[in-house]
């Protein structure tokens, strides 16, 4: 008998060992019940702000796709801008240089013609001169020409005969 109470003793130690495992697995089954249910719940918030975040994205990318292909147009135009602006400085710099041709061509004859630019010069004053003498003398033949009249209702100055 006494190997049967042991062994029913045994078996009953069995028992409530397995028992408490039983529990303590439930437990633990139960923790991690709420545990994959909060991370469940994390992943579904995760998964709405991901959706919230590609849509931005999606709008952003689309926003800057408009952009660069503003700018490629913009940009097109800008060397249209500049392409035309190049044209004038050309035509500057080729006007300059023909402007300089003139300037020491003209320079040359000038030099080449400096006596003959003195002679004329010269009968230029004496023109100039005869004209002013010409200008004077008409002058003074009208004045000299031209009769007194007395303003009207001016007085008279007494006159003696004796002078």
């Known amino acids: 008998m006494d190997w049967?109470?042991?062994?029913?003793?045994?078996?009953?130690?069995?028992?409530?060992g397995f028992l408490v495992l039983c529990v303590a697995?439930?437990?633990?089954?139960?923790?991690?019940?709420?545990?994959?249910?909060?991370?469940?719940?994390?992943?579904?918030?995760?998964?709405?702000?991901?959706q919230g975040v590609t849509l931005e994205t999606t709008n952003l990318l689309?926003?800057?796709?408009?952009?660069?292909?503003?700018?490629?147009?913009?940009?097109?135009k800008l060397n249209g801008v500049v392409d035309a602006v190049k044209g004038v400085g050309n035509s500057v710099t080729d006007l300059n240089s023909t402007v300089r041709s003139i300037t020491s061509k003209v320079g040359v004859q000038v030099e080449?013609?400096?006596?003959?630019?003195?002679?004329?010069?010269?009968?230029?004053?004496?023109?100039m001169g005869i004209r002013d003498k010409w200008n004077e003398r008409k002058i003074y033949e009208t004045r000299a020409n031209a009769a007194y009249a007395p303003v009207p209702e001016q007085k008279k100055l007494p006159h003696n005969e004796q002078y």
């Open 4 to 16: 049967q109470i042991l062994l029913y003793i045994a078996a009953i130690v069995a028992a409530i």
């Open 25 to 50: 697995l439930a437990i633990t089954l139960n923790s991690l019940k709420n545990t994959l249910k909060e991370v469940s719940g994390t992943v579904a918030g995760l998964e709405n702000q991901l």
């Open 62 to 76: 689309h926003k800057t796709n408009e952009l660069a292909e503003d700018i490629q147009v913009k940009s097109e």
């Open 112 to 127: 080449q013609n400096e006596d003959k630019i003195a002679q004329v010069v010269q009968w230029g004053n004496v023109v």
